[in-house]
């Protein structure tokens, strides 16, 4: 009599493994093909002779009704797979290891479709373009030389900067000075390690008066009020002003850097878009 009780209680809880199992796999959380399906009916088969409450018949119903659900599940994925022309990738490498050099070949011969453009000259086509190169007009017709007065380059003297408005009708030194103090005022008020990004301190207004801040800060670094802090890999140009004006230029060679001040740059700035 124990020993029919024991083996009642290790049947409810297999039962309940298979209920828990199925219910997992209905949840999509299991493989739905990690479940044995015949050693599953093998046990319920096994234990349902056993079953005299009907709280054990529920268990039996129940563990047969979740059985149903995952041979469904099974079902389904082998008509999705089959449908849709799936080879599992395992059973395909299988095969391909055991397929010969000149069936792989064969194979491959079969499924490829080169595609092949041949294009040559016909004595029709030849035809065709002395045709079109006789009716054209002339090239000097077509294109008339438009007279352009050459210009020869030079050097702005400081009078026809003046004049251009790009700087103001003051002495120069006090212009340099007047703009290092303000160089110095920005880097205190936004810079950070004593520099200031270069178009935070020429950028203005208006382009124009952009131009002639670019045009004041050269000089500020050619005479050497300040200097340019570079980091190409980040591609950010600072500018930095010296404590006291240097009096080592000339001494040794400079390196000239060119900057662009396009209009296109200083929209990019006014709208906050230049890093």
């Known amino acids: 009599?124990?020993?029919?009780?024991?083996?009642?209680?290790?049947?409810?809880?297999?039962?309940?493994?298979?209920?828990?199992?199925?219910?997992?796999?209905?949840?999509?959380?299991?493989?739905?093909?990690?479940?044995?399906?015949?050693?599953?009916?093998?046990?319920?088969?096994?234990?349902?002779?056993?079953?005299?409450?009907?709280?054990?018949?529920?268990?039996?119903?129940?563990?047969?009704?979740?059985l149903a659900s995952v041979i469904k599940l099974q079902s389904e994925w082998?008509?999705?797979?089959?449908?849709?022309?799936?080879?599992?990738?395992?059973?395909l490498e299988e095969k391909i290891m055991q397929t010969g050099k000149e069936e792989m070949i064969r194979v491959f011969l079969k499924a490829w479709h080169p595609l092949v453009e041949l294009e040559q000259l016909s004595l029709h086509s030849l035809a065709g373009a002395i045709r079109y190169w006789e009716t054209l007009v002339p090239l000097k017709e077509r294109w008339p030389e438009l007279a352009v007065p050459e210009v020869s380059m030079g050097i702005a003297s400081r009078g026809e900067l003046i004049k251009q408005c790009i700087l103001g009708?003051?002495?120069f030194s006090e212009e340099l000075n007047r703009y290092w103090q303000e160089l110095n005022e920005k880097v205190e008020e936004k810079g950070h390690e004593d520099k200031i990004l270069?178009?935070?301190f020429i950028g203005a207004e208006t382009y124009e008066e952009t131009v002639q801040r670019a045009l004041i800060?050269?000089?500020?670094?050619?005479?050497?009020?300040?200097?340019?802090?570079?980091?190409?890999?980040?591609?950010?140009?600072f500018i930095k002003p010296f404590e006291k004006p240097s009096?080592?230029?000339?001494?040794?060679?400079?390196?000239s850097i060119p900057i662009a001040v396009t209009y296109e740059t200083w929209q990019k700035w006014k709208r906050g878009e230049l890093d």
Request: proline share 3%.
């Open 78 to 91: 082998i008509k999705y797979r089959s449908t849709s022309l799936y080879t599992d990738p395992f059973l």
């Open 169 to 171: 009708d003051k002495v």
């Open 217 to 237: 800060a050269s000089f500020l670094i050619t005479y050497g009020y300040a200097t340019l802090k570079i980091y190409p890999l980040r591609e950010e140009i």
């Open 1 to 66: 009599m124990q020993s029919n009780k024991k083996q009642k209680k290790f049947g409810k809880e297999k039962l309940q493994r298979i209920i828990e199992m199925c219910m997992a796999i209905e949840n999509h959380t299991v493989d739905p093909f990690l479940l044995d399906v015949d050693n599953i009916i093998r046990v319920v088969k096994e234990y349902f002779p056993q079953w005299e409450q009907a709280e054990e018949l529920n268990m039996d119903s129940e563990a047969i009704h979740h």
């Open 198 to 200: 270069y178009w935070d």
């Open 247 to 255: 009096t080592k230029i000339g001494t040794q060679q400079s390196i």
